[in-house]
């Protein structure tokens, strides 16, 4: 999209995107203040620096919209894919690392896979809603709940082929 239109097209849904994200946050974030719960307490460090922090969503538009405009008015190349991975690290992200081994021989192979290398725990989802359990009030309890992430898990074999 971005080849056919200058990056203008591209740009435009970018602000549109993060103006939703944002406004979306708010609610979201109204609602947990509501319920008792204080953005600060949140796990997540990414949560924690952007909800309800206007000076971080003022960064990320003014840096993201400078680096679309120089590359659309001046086709300035930033090194942008080299340095996001150490951007997101930074803002407190995570990482997984897998390894895949297999090696195949005539009619036999053998394969290691490690999923979560670093054992890293994260969480692989997660929502707030109003959750009525056996014992709660009929009204519900407003909560944070997430699935966790995988830990380091190991899966090896061998194969026969015919």
């Known amino acids: 999209m971005a ?4 990056g203008t097209a591209f740009f435009v849904l970018g602000v ?3 103006w939703l994200f944002a406004a979306v946050d708010a609610v979201r974030t ?11 307490a ?3 460090a990414i949560s924690r620096r952007l909800y309800g ?19 659309t008015l001046f086709n300035v190349q930033l090194p942008v894919r080299e340095f996001l991975p150490v951007v997101l690290v930074l803002l ?3 990482m997984l690392f897998d390894f895949t081994a297999r090696y195949r021989y005539k009619w036999l192979e053998a394969f290691l896979s490690i999923e979560n290398l670093t054992n890293t725990e994260y969480r692989e989802a997660q929502f707030f809603f109003t959750s009525r359990l056996a014992g709660e009030p ?16 190991v899966l090896g074999g061998l194969a026969v082929r015919f």
Not at 3 to 6: A, G, K, N, S, Y
Not at 30 to 40: E, T, V
Not at 53 to 71: D, E, Q, Y
Not at 138 to 153: E, F, L, M, Q, W
């Open 53 to 71: 922090n206007p000076l971080a969503w003022a960064v990320t538009m003014i840096s993201l919209g400078t680096v679309f405009l120089l590359h």
């Open 42 to 44: 949140e796990q997540d």
């Open 3 to 6: 080849t056919v239109t200058d």
């Open 138 to 153: 009929a009204s519900g309890v407003p909560d944070i709940h997430y699935t966790p992430g995988n830990p380091r898990s």
């Open 92 to 94: 407190g992200g995570y």
């Open 30 to 40: 109204a609602q947990l203040i509501r319920a008792g719960f204080a953005p600060d």
């Open 16 to 18: 549109i995107g993060t």
